[in-house]
């Protein structure tokens, strides 16, 4: 069992920037992919990134040009670095494998507003 703890959520006005980070109790770097997942009031949970092993990235529409998904495997974290925020990105972010494998951690909560 995995267990992620994610961190770095906060109250940011439309425009602005938060770097979420995601902090693994295994090894990364056995997954093939991890990816950050958001859940909005009333919405489903949603994947917004994903990185696989090779670096390679994948990312929602909603998010692309504007959200950066990195790994440390060495350090076991997943990073998510958004920029450019709009008040649709207001969510709990979340990060597990994908697909996802193990329990959802408590998530950090983004608000983005003026």
């Known amino acids: 069992q995995v267990e992620f703890v994610e961190s770095g959520g906060g109250l940011v006005q439309p425009g602005g920037s938060l770097s979420l980070s995601c902090a693994a109790s295994?090894?990364?770097?056995?997954?093939?992919?991890v990816g950050w997942y958001r859940q909005a009031p009333g919405n489903q949970r949603e994947l917004v990134a994903t990185i696989y092993i090779t670096g390679n990235t994948n990312y929602a529409d909603s998010v692309k040009g504007r959200f950066t998904i990195s790994r440390d495997n060495d350090k076991n974290t997943a990073l998510l670095q958004m920029n450019n925020l709009k008040p649709e990105d207001t969510a709990v972010y979340y990060c597990?494998?994908?697909?996802?494998?193990?329990?959802w951690g408590q998530g950090t909560h983004v608000t983005v507003s003026s």
């Open positions: 295994g090894s990364l770097s056995g997954f093939l992919r």
């Open positions: 597990n494998t994908v697909p996802r494998l193990y329990d």
